[in-house]
C-alpha cells in the first residue's frame, strides 16, 4: 500500500522537473532530491511490507513514510490545479510568464502574489525533505534492505516451512463440511465421458478466502476410502508461493515414491519419469494452496499428465479465480462459511479441552456472541477458542466480548498471518485500494461504481490512456472479489456486479495493513478522536459537533451515516478539510450547501443524493478538480450553478429523479471529460442549453451508461438530429427520448418530429429504450430492426397520435415490453408481430425471449390477435392489462407458460365471450374492478388449477366472489383490496367464511 504512495509520488514529482514553468533553483534542487529520496525508500518497502506484523518499530516506520507520502501528494496536488491557471492569458492574450520572468513551485491565480506563494510552497517542500531525511535515516537502525537476496530465500523457506500441509486429517475435528465433501467426491468419482474434449483429467478447484478450511476439505476427500479405491495413484503436493515447475514435478514423483532421488535430474527427466509413472494409469493429484496465475506455467507442468487414463483429477486449493482460470478449470467448488452452530461447535471443542461442559454452559449465552465475530471462519473460531482456553471468568469473557477481536495477541497471531497472505499478494495499486475498504462499516454492502469513483478520487487508479479509469477500477474491483477478499456478490440482470460484502475478519485485515489513515467516527465520542493522521473518515452517529473532527485537517474522505441530523452543513467546515477529495453527504437531511464549498481545491468526488437540495451554490464551480457529482433523487432540485462548464473535469453527473430541475445552464458543451450525464434538457429559455450545446455534449465519444435527452421537440430539422452522432455511442446501454408540451402541432411539424426521431437511431449496442410523449403519427424503422440484437427493453410512453405499434416481436433478445397511453391503436395483431409473409406459413418466433408485457391506458383499443409465422411469446411469464376499456377479450393462444396475469374487468369487460385461454401454470391473479361491477364475470376461473396467489382490487359494490373459487384447489393467498362487501361478508366468522377457510393465508385490506 506504501509502496504505490510513493510510486504515485514520484511520478508526480517526475512530472512537476519536466513542466517548464518549474525554473526557479532552489524549489527544482529540493523536488530533486525529494524524488531521489523517496527512490531510495521505495526499494526498502518490500522488506518493511513483510516485517510490519511482527515487528512495530517497522509498522510505525511505514505509518510516518505513508503520512508524508500523502503530504507530498496534497502540495502537488495543489501545483496541479493552480498552475494551468497562471499560465492561462489576460485578456492582451499573453500569459504573465510571458511578462515576467519569474517562476515558483505552486503558481497563483495572477502574478500579483505569486511570489508570496512561492515562499510558502518552498517552505512546505523543504519542511517535507526534512522528515523524509529522517525516515531514511532509520533505515539502518531497522535494519531494512533492498537486495533481500538470502534474507528472502531463507524467509520464504520458513514461512512455506510453517505453512506447508500434509494429506492426514483429523476427521473427528472437522464440522460442517460433509456436504461439500460429497459435492467434491462427485466431482471426483463420476464417470469421465461426455467431459470437456475428453481429456484424460479434469481440474477440480476448490476456492475461498483464507482460513475456510479448503485444505481440510481436500484432505477429506483425498482420504476417503471411495476415492483410495477409484484411483490407481494419489499424490498430495503443498505449492504455495513458489510455483517452480521442476520443483513441483519431483514433489508429485517423491509423494508416490518415497524413495526416489532425483536431485541432480534436469526438468525434462523428471517430466519424462513421471510420464511414465502415469502411463495409464488413473490417478489423483492434489496441488493444495496455489498462488500463481501463470497459464504458461501450468502448461508446462501439466505436460506428463496427458499420460493419465481417463477419469484423472487434478484437484487444487486457492483464494484466488484467476489461478482455476489459468490452469483450464472445468469445475469449480466455491467454499462457504460455517454455520453459527457449526462455528459454535468447533469453537466449544476447543475450549472443553481445558474445562468442563458445566463450566461452559454457564458461559454459552457470552461464547455464541464471541463466535459471532469468527464469522463462520474454521480457522477464526479454532483460534479464539484456543485463546479463550485461559479466560476462565465471566467477566473476562465479556470483556473479550465487548473488544475489538484484534486486541487479542493470540487471536492476532493464529488468524491475521493467515489473511496476510492475501494481502501480500496483491499488486501495490491493488493493496491501497483494498486497504481504502476500511473505511466502511462492517456488513456495509459495498457498491461496485461508487467504490471505482471513490478510488479514482483518491488518485489510487492512474489511466493507460487506452482505457478510462473507471474501466480499470472496475477491474480492480473483480479481481478483489476473485481473490477471495470480496463475496456475496449481487448481480444485475446482465450478470454484472453491483454490491458486494466483505468478511468481518477480511476488514478487519484492511484495518491492519491500513492503519490509523482510515477511520470509523462516533460523532457522539469525538472526544476520542485522534486526528492527526486522519486521512478516511466514515461519520456515524445521530447528530453533529464538529470542532473536536475539525482537527482532522489531513482528511481526504469525509462519508456521512444517512442517521446523521444535519439540515445544513457550517460556512466554517471546508475552512477546515481543504484537502478533501471525496465528500458524501446523500440520505442525510441537509437542504443547504454553503458557497464555501469553492475553496476545496482538491475536491473530486462529491455526493449530495437524496437531500433536501433546492439549488447549489456558484462557488461549486470553482472547484475545477471536481470528477463526479452525484445529484440523484434530490426531488426538490432546481436549479445547478452558473459556472458549471468551468468544471472541465467533471466525468459523472447524476441527475436520476430531479424532475424540479427544469433546465441545464448555457455552457455545458464545454465538459468534454464527462462519461456519464443521466439528464440532457433541450431549453430554449433564456438561461438553458441549447441544442446546440446538448448535441455536442453527445458527441463526446467517451459518453457512456444512461442517457435522458429531454425536449427533443425544440430540434428542428433532420440536419440538426444527425449532427448529435447518436449511432456512434457504443457505450450507451440505456436510452430515453422524452418530448415535452400538449400544444396542438401542424402537419409539418409532425413530419418534423418523426425526420428527427428517424435520425436520432441510436447503437445497436443499445439494451434499454423509452420513448416518452412522442407525437408522431409512426414510430422510426430502426425500433423494429433485428438488428438491435442487444435490446432487452422497451417503454413506448404517450405515443398518443401511432395508430399501429411497431413489430417489435422481430427483436431476438426483447424481455420486458411495456407500452403505455397509445390512445389511438385500435387493434393489435400481426404487424406488432412478425409476419412477413402475412399467411401464417412461415415458422419464425416472434418476441422468442419476451418474459414480461404490459399495455395500460390504451382507451381505443379493441381487438388483439396474436398471429405469427411460428410461435408467439413463447416466454411469456407476465402480462397485465390495465384500463383498456374496448378490450373485450383476451387471445385464446396467450402462450401456456404464463404466470401472473393482471387485468381490470367490468360488467362487460374483459373477458366476456369468445374463446377463453388456457392458462395450466398461471398461478398468480391480480383482478381490478370498478364501482360499477356488481358480479364477478370471470367463468374462465375454473380452469385455472395451478392457481396459488389471488388478488382482488377496488371492486366496492362486488357483494360476493364466484361459485367457480371452489376449483381453485392450490390457492394458498387471497389479498382483497378495498371491497367493503367482500370484507363485511367473508371477513368475519360465519358460514361465508366457511366457504374460503381452507385458503391458508387471507387477508382484507
Keep these: 500500500?506504501?509502496?504505490?504512495?510513493?510510486?504515485?509520488?514520484?511520478?508526480?514529482?517526475?512530472?512537476?522537473?519536466?513542466?517548464?514553468?518549474?525554473?526557479?533553483?532552489?524549489?527544482?534542487?529540493?523536488?530533486?532530491?525529494?524524488s531521489s529520496t523517496f527512490k531510495f525508500l521505495q526499494a526498502v518497502l518490500k522488506d518493511a511490507e513483510t516485517r510490519r506484523v511482527k515487528d512495530e518499530a517497522v509498522k510505525e516506520w511505514l505509518e510516518n513514510l505513508k503520512d508524508v507520502a500523502y503530504d507530498v501528494d496534497d502540495i502537488l496536488d495543489e501545483w496541479m490545479t493552480e498552475a494551468p491557471k497562471s499560465q492561462a492569458p489576460d485578456e492582451d492574450g499573453v500569459s504573465c510568464f510571458s511578462k515576467k520572468k519569474v517562476t515558483s513551485f505552486l503558481l497563483p491565480v495572477n502574478c500579483f502574489n505569486h511570489v508570496v506563494l512561492r515562499c510558502k510552497i518552498g517552505s512546505r517542500i523543504k519542511e517535507v525533505r526534512g522528515r523524509l531525511d529522517d525516515i531514511k535515516k532509520e533505515v539502518k537502525l531497522l535494519h531494512l534492505s533492498g537486495d533481500r537476496g538470502e534474507r528472502e530465500r531463507v524467509e520464504s523457506e520458513v514461512r512455506w516451512g510453517e505453512r506447508e500441509t500434509?494429506?492426514?486429517?483429523?476427521?473427528?475435528?472437522?464440522?460442517?463440511?460433509?456436504?461439500?465433501?460429497?459435492?467434491?467426491?462427485?466431482?471426483?468419482?463420476?464417470?469421465?465421458?461426455?467431459?470437456?474434449?475428453?481429456?484424460?483429467?479434469?481440474?477440480?478447484?476448490?476456492?475461498?478466502?483464507?482460513?475456510?478450511?479448503?485444505?481440510?476439505?481436500?484432505?477429506?476427500?483425498?482420504?476417503?476410502?471411495?476415492?483410495?479405491?477409484?484411483?490407481?495413484?494419489?499424490?498430495?503436493?503443498?505449492?504455495?508461493?513458489?510455483?517452480?515447475?521442476?520443483?513441483?514435478?519431483?514433489?508429485?514423483?517423491?509423494?508416490?515414491?518415497?524413495?526416489?532421488?532425483?536431485?541432480?535430474?534436469?526438468?525434462?527427466?523428471?517430466?519424462?519419469?513421471?510420464?511414465?509413472?502415469?502411463?495409464?494409469?488413473?490417478f489423483l493429484i492434489v496441488l493444495d494452496d496455489i498462488w500463481c496465475e501463470a497459464s504458461e506455467k501450468w502448461d508446462k507442468l501439466k505436460l506428463p499428465f496427458q499420460a493419465g487414463a481417463s477419469g484423472s483429477r487434478i484437484l487444487i486449493t486457492t483464494r484466488n479465480e484467476n489461478v482455476a482460470l489459468a490452469m483450464g478449470r472445468a469445475h469449480e467448488h466455491k467454499l462457504a462459511v460455517l454455520s453459527h452452530d457449526d462455528c459454535w461447535l468447533m469453537f466449544r471443542r476447543r475450549v472443553l479441552e481445558h474445562r468442563s461442559a458445566e463450566e461452559l454452559s454457564e458461559l454459552e449465552d457470552i461464547g455464541r456472541e464471541i463466535v459471532n465475530k469468527c464469522g463462520g471462519l474454521p480457522l477464526a473460531a479454532k483460534t479464539i477458542g484456543s485463546a479463550m482456553c485461559s479466560r476462565r471468568t465471566r467477566r473476562v469473557w465479556d470483556l473479550v466480548l465487548e473488544s475489538d477481536i484484534w486486541n487479542s495477541r493470540d487471536v492476532l497471531q493464529g488468524v491475521l498471518p493467515a489473511l496476510l497472505l492475501s494481502y501480500h499478494d496483491l499488486p501495490p495499486a491493488l493493496k491501497q485500494c483494498f486497504a481504502y475498504f476500511s473505511v466502511f462499516p462492517k456488513d456495509w454492502k459495498i457498491e461496485k461504481d461508487v467504490t471505482v469513483k471513490l478510488w479514482v478520487?483518491?488518485?489510487?487508479?492512474?489511466?493507460?490512456?487506452?482505457?478510462?479509469?473507471?474501466?480499470?477500477?472496475?477491474?480492480?474491483?473483480?479481481?478483489?472479489?476473485?481473490?477471495?477478499?470480496?463475496?456475496?456478490?449481487?448481480?444485475?440482470?446482465d450478470k454484472n456486479i453491483v454490491k458486494c460484502k466483505m468478511h468481518d475478519l477480511v476488514h478487519d485485515l484492511a484495518k491492519s495493513v491500513a492503519g490509523s489513515e482510515c477511520s470509523l467516527v462516533d460523532i457522539r465520542e469525538q472526544a476520542s478522536l485522534n486526528p492527526s493522521n486522519l486521512r478516511h473518515s466514515f461519520l456515524y452517529g445521530s447528530f453533529v459537533v464538529w470542532p473536536t473532527l475539525y482537527k482532522a485537517n489531513k482528511l481526504r474522505t469525509l462519508l456521512c451515516d444517512s442517521r446523521i441530523y444535519m439540515p445544513r452543513v457550517p460556512n466554517n467546515l471546508f475552512n477546515h478539510f481543504r484537502h478533501l477529495r471525496a465528500l458524501d453527504l446523500s440520505h442525510t437531511s441537509i437542504q443547504k450547501l454553503p458557497g464555501t464549498v469553492g475553496k476545496l481545491k482538491q475536491l473530486r468526488y462529491l455526493d449530495l443524493s437524496h437531500t433536501g437540495i433546492e439549488e447549489l451554490p456558484e462557488g461549486l464551480s470553482n472547484c475545477g478538480n471536481l470528477q463526479t457529482l452525484i445529484l440523484n433523487g434530490c426531488v426538490q432540485l432546481k436549479k445547478l450553478p452558473k459556472g458549471l462548464g468551468k468544471m472541465i473535469n467533471l466525468r459523472h453527473l447524476?441527475?436520476?429523479?430531479?424532475?424540479?430541475?427544469?433546465?441545464?445552464?448555457?455552457?455545458?458543451g464545454r465538459l468534454s471529460s464527462l462519461r456519464t450525464i443521466t439528464k440532457l434538457i433541450v431549453e430554449g429559455g433564456i438561461e438553458g442549453c441549447k441544442w446546440g450545446e446538448v448535441k455536442q455534449l453527445i458527441n463526446h465519444l467517451h459518453l457512456q451508461g444512461r442517457l435522458e435527452i429531454i425536449g427533443l421537440e425544440k430540434v428542428k430539422s433532420r440536419e440538426e438530429a444527425r449532427e448529435a452522432e447518436v449511432y456512434k455511442k457504443q457505450k450507451l446501454y440505456a436510452l430515453s427520448y422524452e418530448y415535452r408540451g400538449d400544444e396542438a402541432l401542424d402537419d409539418d411539424a409532425v413530419k418534423r418530429m418523426e425526420d428527427v426521431l428517424e435520425i436520432l437511431q441510436p447503437h445497436t449496442n443499445l439494451k434499454k429504450l423509452n420513448i416518452h410523449g412522442y407525437r408522431g403519427w409512426k414510430l422510426p424503422k430502426w425500433i423494429e430492426d433485428p438488428v438491435f440484437s442487444n435490446l432487452v427493453e422497451v417503454m413506448l410512453f404517450s405515443c398518443d397520435k401511432c395508430k399501429q405499434l411497431p413489430g417489435l416481436g422481430k427483436l431476438p433478445s426483447l424481455k420486458y415490453l411495456d407500452i403505455w397511453g397509445m390512445e389511438e391503436v385500435r387493434k393489435v395483431g400481426g404487424e406488432f408481430s412478425w409476419d412477413d409473409n402475412n399467411d401464417g406459413s412461415g415458422g419464425v418466433v416472434s418476441f422468442p425471449k419476451l418474459q414480461t408485457l404490459f399495455f395500460q391506458n390504451m382507451s381505443n383499443w379493441e381487438e388483439w390477435e396474436l398471429i405469427g409465422d411460428g410461435e408467439v411469446m413463447p416466454s411469456l411469464l407476465e402480462l397485465q392489462i390495465q384500463e383498456c376499456p374496448k378490450l373485450k377479450e383476451l387471445p385464446s393462444n396467450l402462450p401456456p407458460l404464463l404466470q401472473k396475469l393482471s387485468l381490470r374487468i367490468g360488467n362487460d369487460g374483459l373477458p366476456s365471450g369468445g374463446p377463453l385461454p388456457i392458462l395450466p401454470n398461471l398461478n398468480h391473479l391480480e383482478v381490478y374492478g370498478s364501482d360499477e361491477l356488481t358480479s364477478f364475470p370471470c367463468g374462465w376461473l375454473r380452469q385455472l388449477r395451478a392457481l396459488q396467489t389471488m388478488e382482488i382490487w377496488c371492486c366496492s359494490n362486488l357483494g360476493s366472489l364466484p361459485e367457480e373459487f371452489q376449483h381453485l384447489t392450490m390457492l394458498q393467498r387471497l389479498r382483497i383490496w378495498t371491497c367493503p362487501l367482500l370484507k363485511e361478508r367473508y371477513g368475519g366468522r360465519g358460514e361465508d367464511r366457511d366457504k374460503i377457510a381452507r385458503i391458508p393465508n387471507i387477508i382484507f385490506y
Design 1 to 34: 500500500m506504501v509502496d504505490s504512495l510513493v510510486s504515485l509520488a514520484i511520478e508526480k514529482l517526475a512530472k512537476v522537473l519536466e513542466d517548464k514553468v518549474v525554473s526557479l533553483v532552489d524549489v527544482t534542487n529540493e523536488i530533486k532530491k525529494l
Design 166 to 282: 500434509g494429506s492426514l486429517v483429523d476427521q473427528l475435528s472437522v464440522v460442517g463440511r460433509e456436504g461439500d465433501k460429497n459435492e467434491v467426491l462427485h466431482l471426483l468419482l463420476r464417470e469421465s465421458s461426455g467431459e470437456v474434449n475428453e481429456v484424460p483429467f479434469v481440474v477440480i478447484s476448490i476456492v475461498g478466502m483464507g482460513g475456510l478450511g479448503k485444505t481440510t476439505l481436500a484432505q477429506l476427500a483425498y482420504n476417503d476410502e471411495k476415492v483410495k479405491g477409484y484411483f490407481e495413484m494419489r499424490m498430495w503436493v503443498c505449492v504455495s508461493e513458489d510455483f517452480n515447475v521442476k520443483q513441483i514435478t519431483e514433489s508429485i514423483i517423491k509423494s508416490a515414491d518415497t524413495k526416489f532421488e532425483g536431485k541432480n535430474l534436469n526438468l525434462d527427466q523428471l517430466q519424462l519419469h513421471l510420464r511414465e509413472m502415469l502411463h495409464g494409469k488413473r
Design 457 to 493: 478520487a483518491q488518485g489510487f487508479i492512474r489511466s493507460d490512456r487506452s482505457t478510462d479509469m473507471e474501466e480499470i477500477g472496475g477491474l480492480y474491483f473483480d479481481d478483489l472479489l476473485r481473490r477471495s477478499l470480496l463475496q456475496d456478490a449481487e448481480l444485475d440482470d
Design 654 to 668: 447524476g441527475l436520476e429523479g430531479t424532475d424540479e430541475l427544469k433546465y441545464l445552464p448555457q455552457g455545458i
